[in-house]
């Protein structure tokens, strides 16, 4: 609260600079207020809206130095400078600097920079930068950068830099660099890099990086995807993630889970399922005595394949689980796979300590009916263990050595299988 003879001294000094001196001051020669039909004064200071060097007709005014010691509203912010220490507000536009302890408020287009304790809003366009505790607002097309505590909105496209704790949101496009803390969102396409804790979803197409907690999604999207899920119409790139799931995809899908009607790649996966690839059911056993089945699923020439094994020519319960990732040549009158193995033995139950085997193998095959083949070729072999029962899991080794409380075991061996559908 302001004490009386401070509250009379600002009204004799708001009074004084009223005078005629003050209105006949330079004019720019550019004079965008103009179209406005507005009026030209260089400096304005104002107390409170109607209590100001404009009087009450300060609406009507476009100045190129504003001081607001409360808050003010005026006709425009014309390339200068506005502080305020709770408000800066302008009817039509602001060219400039505004700094205000609560926000800056910008009827139609901004241009330059805005700093508010809580926020910024621009009726059109924003050119510049936004900084705000709470939240930016431009109505149309922002260009710049944007950093906010909760968060960013553009009601047109969106290009340059948005920082928030929260959310960026841009009804149409977005282009250039998104941080948030839960989510960006576009009505319309989105490029650029785009990192979020939570989603990143456009309504339209995602080209560039995106990565995110939980949730990446596009109607068409080109180039990297990271999240837990990662969900498009059509993609072209890399999805990475627990769940890819596409229409149809081109190029390289990791995961868990890998989905698509139709997929031109390389999946690398537990299960990889398309409409148009394969899905394959195996049975074989090699030198090393364990017996197992397996699906095979993925596209014609690269496949995914999940199994489980055991070995009864041991006296106790030996058996093991098992991923590859292979690939399959076609020849005229025969087949080639070639795949990399890996498979966790366990002893009785599932077995903590390290106890596994990476296999190489490259068979030769050959179908003799529809949807039944047989194959068999050598295999390169490597035991890694921590266990002392793993001794008798081959019968011979090219060479083995220990390190760091591990054994090494190579050899090579022989697998023979059948493959089903």
Not at 95 to 117: F, P, R
Not at 188 to 196: A, D
Not at 342 to 354: H, L, M
Request: aromatic share 14%; net charge neutral.
């Amino acid at each position: 609260m302001f004490k009386k003879g401070y509250a009379s001294l600002i009204i004799i000094i708001l009074c004084l600079l009223q005078a005629p001196l003050l209105c006949a001051q330079d004019q720019p020669e550019d004079q965008e207020w103009k179209q406005y039909g507005l009026k030209y004064r260089t400096f304005r200071v104002t107390l409170l809206p109607g209590l100001s060097t404009n009087g009450i007709a300060a609406a009507n005014y476009a100045s190129k130095y504003s001081l607001n010691i409360l808050g003010g509203y005026d006709g425009a912010l014309d390339k200068g400078f506005e502080l305020g220490s709770l408000v800066n507000a302008n009817k039509y536009y602001a060219h400039g600097v505004q700094i205000a302890g609560l926000g800056n408020y910008s009827g139609k287009e901004t241009a330059g920079i805005q700093l508010g304790g809580l926020g910024n809003y621009s009726g059109n366009a924003m050119q510049g930068i936004q900084l705000a505790g709470i939240g930016n607002w431009s109505n149309g097309d922002m260009q710049g950068m944007q950093f906010s505590g909760v968060f960013n909105l553009a009601g047109g496209h969106s290009q340059g830099l948005q920082a928030a704790g929260v959310l960026n949101i841009s009804q149409k496009s977005m282009q250039g660099l998104f941080g948030s803390g839960v989510g960006n969102i576009a009505g319309g396409e989105m490029q650029g890099l785009l990192f979020s804790g939570i989603f990143n979803i456009a309504k339209d197409d995602m080209q560039g990086i995106a990565a995110s907690g939980v949730l990446n999604y596009s109607k068409f999207f080109q180039g990297i995807s990271f999240s837990t899920v990662n969900v498009s119409q059509e993609f072209q790139g890399i999805q990475i993630g627990n769940v890819n799931v596409a229409k149809q995809g081109q190029g390289i899908q990791i995961g868990m889970l890998n989905y698509a009607d139709k997929f031109e790649g390389v999946p690398i996966g537990l299960i990889s399922y398309y409409g148009n690839g394969r899905t394959n059911f195996d049975t074989w056993t090699s030198e090393t005595g364990f017996s197992n089945v397996g699906v095979k699923l993925g596209t014609k020439e690269i496949y995914n394949m999940i199994s489980i094994g055991y070995n009864p020519f041991l006296s106790r319960d030996v058996w093991q689980v098992g991923w590859s990732i292979g690939r399959l040549h076609e020849y005229e009158h025969h087949y080639l796979y070639s795949d990399f193995s890996y498979f966790k033995i366990n002893e009785g139950g599932w077995t903590k300590d390290i106890n596994s085997i990476v296999k190489y193998r490259l068979l030769f095959g050959k179908e003799f009916s529809n949807g039944f083949k047989i194959y068999g070729g050598p295999t390169l072999n490597m035991l890694i263990s921590r266990i002392p029962e793993s001794d008798d899991y081959t019968f011979y080794r090219m060479f083995d050595f220990s390190a760091k409380g591990r054994q090494y075991v190579f050899w090579t061996g022989l697998s023979f299988g059948i493959e089903l559908f």
